[in-house]
T-cell receptor, first 114, second 115 residues
Framework: GENVEQHPSTLSVQEGDSAVIKCTYS??????FPWYKQELGKRPQLIID?????GEKKDQRIAVTLNKTAKHFSLHITETQPEDSAVYFC?????????????FGKGTKLSVIP | DVKVTQSSRYLVKRTGEKVFLECVQD?????MFWYRQDPGLGLRLIYF???????EKGDIPEGYSVSREKKERFSLILESASTNQTSMYLC??????????????FGSGTRLTVV
């Protein structure tokens, strides 16, 4: 099955700095790559997603880049704010997966220090 | 906005009990999923369903079963609860692929403690 590696597991940044979280995947047929943010005690919420026919997508301070050849994708958060502190999960899915179920990375705990 | 509701926020059960976790969605989604979330392990897929009465095993189905008698409801069953099933359980749903979105919506989770 699909294997997703996510790094780092924890990340601390100063407010205003950028944060980058990286994920690698094993199945070259994977074609959908969402990122979820989970605040303490809350449900995971989709923050951005990208499909394999796109190399980069941006939404305000958040961007995702995809390198299909290398089979990795990254989440970039610029001008970090304390409310960005949360656990972030990457995920992948591919056409061969029944119902397009997602395989998740193990998560990155981001702490933004004021 | 899609709403996915899990019936219990916290549950405490005894070892050996049969446990039912309920999930209901209100947007007529075909696909529903059960994940468990453990620190350092992320979200792992237990079972999923792509239609009424249809079910498929995920990555960690041992010790669990599911039921989908109605489209809006997907139940996770622990036949005989054990302490290693203490975890946060998350339900999710998504529509059949229409080309518009493959996006999941998650419930708030049920934190189950087996003692």
């Amino acid at each position: 099955g699909e294997n997703v590696e996510q790094h780092p597991s924890t990340l601390s940044v100063q407010e205003g700095d950028s944060a980058v979280i990286k994920c690698t995947y094993s199945d070259s047929a994977s074609n959908y790559f969402p990122w979820y943010k989970q605040e303490l005690g809350k449900r995971p919420q989709l923050i951005i997603d990208i499909r394999s026919n796109v190399g980069e997508k941006k939404d305000q301070r958040i961007a995702v880049t995809l390198n299909k050849t290398a089979k990795h994708f990254s989440l970039h958060i610029t001008e970090t704010q304390p409310e960005d502190s949360a656990v972030y999960f990457c995920a992948v899915t591919h056409p061969g997966a029944g119902s397009y179920q997602l395989t998740f990375g193990k998560g990155t705990k981001l702490s933004v220090i004021p | 906005d899609v709403k996915v509701t899990q019936s219990s926020r916290y549950l405490v059960k005894r070892t050996g009990e049969k446990v039912f976790l309920e999930c209901v969605q209100d947007m007529d989604h075909e696909n529903m999923f059960w994940y468990r979330q453990d620190p350092g392990l992320g979200l792992r897929l237990i079972y999923f369903s792509y239609d009424v009465k249809m079910k498929e095993k995920g990555d960690i189905p041992e010790g669990y079963s599911v039921s989908r008698e109605k489209k809006e409801r997907f139940s996770l069953i622990l036949e005989s609860a054990s302490t290693n099933q203490t975890s946060m359980y998350l339900c999710a749903s998504r529509p059949r692929d229409s080309g518009a979105t493959w996006r999941y919506t998650f419930g708030s989770g049920t934190r189950l403690t087996v003692v």
